[in-house]
């Protein structure tokens, strides 16, 4: 399976960005899609994730602002960003986990950069 992330770039703060990821194959199998960001110094952590049945979960610091969705007809996972903040800029990183949930795969990550 392969992972490509893109539609980051540099933004002012309030500003949006739409985050895409296109999975090489089908995604309705997946258990789980999702997004994780790492900014320098600080561990990879999630930023939110949906499953194969739709259930959403977000970290509280982007709740209200972010919405994953995914469209198997694509095979594409999303991520819509409003609000930005300058705490936001990262490296993003889309995730599937395999149908059993035993393996994760990664995409190459996409830099978003949000200015103040």
């Known amino acids: 399976v392969q992972l490509q992330a893109s539609g980051g770039g540099l933004v002012q703060a309030g500003g949006s960005l739409t985050l895409s990821c296109a999975a090489s194959g089908s995604i309705f199998s997946f258990s789980a899609l999702g997004w994780y960001r790492q900014a320098p110094g600080i561990q990879r952590g999630m930023v939110a994730t949906i499953t194969r049945g739709g259930t959403t979960n977000y970290a509280d610091s982007v709740k209200g602002r972010f919405t994953i969705s995914r469209d198997n007809a694509k095979n594409t996972v999303y991520l819509q960003m409003n609000s930005l903040k300058p705490e936001d800029t990262a490296v993003y990183f889309c995730?599937?986990?395999?149908?059993?949930?035993?393996?994760?795969?990664w995409g190459q990550g996409t830099l978003v950069t949000v200015s103040s």
């Open positions: 995730s599937a986990d395999n149908p059993s949930a035993t393996r994760r795969y």
